[in-house]
């Protein structure tokens, strides 16, 4: 069973709109989250990440917002622009040992 | 540049072949993943290694196994290669310790006819 789950697997925006990327976890022992961006052929590449003692963390254009209560993060992209178009997989980690990786989402972004 | 390398990149394969991947890395980290990703599914954990000799399993290891014999080097075979292990493999380092992010390997696509 899936601990790290991202039940849209596409979003189009437009570009210079926010982009919101949703993910959802099953594990209370989860207690680092993030976010990698990959592109067609190449390996996936760290974005951002959030420890589970804050609630948001900044980078950027890119924001993750954590919601321990509910086991939801999310990734914000303000302003959304065309190069940020690539999947985008949330993952999860307890202790930094084993990292769980959701299914992903097709981000496109519209010139 | 994290500094890992993946070979073969790609290999085509038939049924009931062994297969090696390796996974070489230039900067010393203890821990060392593969991950397999498959539509639908994202990328899901093999295995991985917390230090050379030692391993333990993920999420999807049946029918793979590995070895670490020393730091730089992650090797991940498939006995006898199926068609459900078509896929494309990732290794990944970790930088425990500092920002405990994984860093990947560009890839290696395997076909198994």
């Known amino acids: 069973d899936q601990q790290v789950k991202q039940n849209s697997p596409s979003l189009s925006v437009q570009e210079g709109r926010i982009s919101i990327l949703n993910c959802d976890y099953t594990?209370?022992?989860?207690?680092?989250f993030l976010w990698y961006k990959k592109y067609p052929a190449e390996g996936p590449t760290f974005l951002i990440s959030i420890s589970s003692i804050k609630d948001k963390n900044e980078d950027g254009r890119f924001t993750v917002f954590l919601n321990k209560s509910a086991k939801h993060l999310s990734l914000h992209i303000v302003p959304s622009q065309p190069g940020d178009s690539a999947v985008y997989f949330c993952a999860a980690s307890a202790n930094f040992n084993k990292f769980y990786f959701g299914s992903g989402t097709k981000l496109n972004v519209k010139p | 540049d994290a500094g890992i390398t993946q070979s073969p990149r790609h290999k085509v394969t038939e049924t009931g072949t062994p297969v090696t991947l390796r996974c070489h890395q230039t900067?010393?980290?203890?821990?060392m993943y593969w991950y397999r990703q498959d539509p639908g599914h994202g990328l899901r954990l093999i295995h991985y290694?917390?230090?050379?000799?030692?391993?333990d399993k993920g999420e999807v290891s049946d029918g793979y196994s590995v070895s670490r014999s020393k730091t730089e080097d992650f090797l991940l075979t498939l006995e006898s290669a199926t068609s459900s292990q078509t896929s494309v493999y990732f290794c990944a380092i970790s930088r425990q310790g500092e920002t405990g992010e994984l860093f990947f390997g560009e890839g290696s696509r395997l076909t198994v006819l």
């Open positions: 290694s917390y230090g050379v000799k030692d391993t």
């Open positions: 900067e010393n980290h203890r821990y």
């Open positions: 594990n209370s022992m989860f207690d680092y």
